[in-house]
Structures are given as structure tokens and as C-alpha cells.
């Protein structure tokens, strides 16, 4: 059965890492671990790489080369709250480590945001599973790395069946940075994952896809 890995990247000790399956559309941990570094959590996720499809990953997968990032501020405006943080105010570790481990994987790869996708969500089941890693771990980093797995498989199952899985926020919009970004802003970005193939550059937002 196909795993959809998960990585939250951090400082040191601080790098959460999931692999999850999904079950009757619900999802399964496989395994977790809060691990050392970036180096670490490679290796752990290319442990599991040989029935892996997509990684998601609790950071920046594109940056905006002045001012906010335009998937940001929608989040921002539409949702309110503190979880979605300017670009110019994370932590390089966070950055760093979350572009070092998209760009060496190797897999197709989805940025993610565990904490609005939980407040906003209406999915008890990712919510109590999400719950049990912080409390058996009493920190967040496995948590939100199974989330971000759980962002990865609804979002590439979306992407093959052609529908969004957030269907209360819209239909799917053309641009690959969803929402709120519109195609004229595509040039403002670069995909941190370029690929020979790659006809243009793509930006991800956050609860969004990418796949470049």
C-alpha cells in the first residue's frame, strides 16, 4: 500500500518525520520519530521512500522575492489568526531544512499547514490523530510531519480525481499557488523543485499543491 511521508523541519532535536497510509479514507500511522537534523531526517524518510508517492512538508516550498507571498495573505485575510507567519519572519532552520530534504527526496512534494488545516478542518479523525502524537510525544513536530502527510495524500487524490478536497473554499483555480493568487502574480515566484520537464515556474501556498 502506497505512503504519503510527512516532515516538519526544525532546529536541532526539533524535526518531526511521518509516514502514514490511508484507509477507507481515513488516515493510518506507519511510523513517526522526532529525529536529530535535516540529515536525519532524510534518511529516516528515505527508509521509507520504496512505497512512497508525495511528502509533505510543514514550510516554504516557494518564496516571494518582495514583500508577503500572495497565497499567504489570502490565508491571512480569509482565516484570520497567528499560524501563518511572513516568509522574512521563520527561522532559517526551518526554511533550510524544509528545502534541503524537498529538493533531495526526490518525491513529488506539497506544502502544508498543520495548524490552520486543524483549526479550520471539519476532520475529527487527522484532529484525534494529531492529538495522540502530542500527547504521547509532548511536543508538536510528529504531529504536525503527520499532518503534513495527511495535507500530501488528500491533496495528490484531489489532483487525480481532478476535484479539490477543500470543496467548501472553491472549484480549483488554474494557478498552482491556491488560493487567492492570480496568474499574473505566477511570475513573483520560483519552485523550490524544478524538474527538466518543468514548463513553468510554480508557486505553492500554503494548503496547496505543488508538483514541478
Known amino acids: 500500500m502506497a505512503l504519503f511521508l510527512g516532515y516538519d523541519p526544525g532546529g536541532k532535536g526539533k524535526n518531526g518525520v511521518a509516514a502514514i497510509q490511508v484507509v477507507s479514507d481515513t488516515p493510518k500511522i506507519v511510523d513517526k520519530a522526532t529525529v536529530r537534523d535535516a540529515a536525519e531526517a532524510l534518511s529516516w524518510l528515505q527508509a521509507h521512500i520504496k512505497t512512497a508517492v508525495a511528502l509533505g512538508i510543514d514550510t516554504l516550498l516557494a518564496w516571494s522575492p518582495k514583500g508577503g507571498r500572495a497565497c499567504d495573505d489570502a490565508l491571512r485575510r480569509k482565516y484570520g489568526g497567528n499560524s501563518i ?14 528545502a534541503i530534504v524537498a529538493k533531495r527526496l526526490g518525491l513529488p512534494v506539497y506544502e502544508s499547514h498543520p495548524k490552520l488545516l486543524l483549526r479550520v478542518s471539519g476532520e475529527n479523525a487527522i484532529r484525534e490523530i494529531y492529538q495522540d502524537a502530542l500527547a504521547s510525544s509532548g511536543e508538536d513536530h510528529e504531529g504536525d510531519a503527520i499532518v503534513a502527510a495527511w495535507c500530501a495524500a488528500r491533496l495528490l487524490y484531489a489532483r487525480l480525481n481532478h476535484s479539490h478536497f477543500f470543496k467548501s473554499m472553491g472549484p480549483e483555480p488554474s494557478c498552482p499557488c491556491w488560493p487567492g493568487m492570480a496568474d499574473r502574480d505566477r511570475h513573483r515566484y520560483t519552485c523550490a523543485r524544478r524538474t527538466p520537464d518543468c514548463a513553468t515556474p510554480a508557486a505553492t501556498g500554503r494548503l496547496c499543491r505543488a508538483r514541478c
Open 85 to 98: 507567519v511572513a516568509q522574512n519572519s521563520l527561522y532559517s532552520s526551518m526554511t533550510l531544512n524544509g
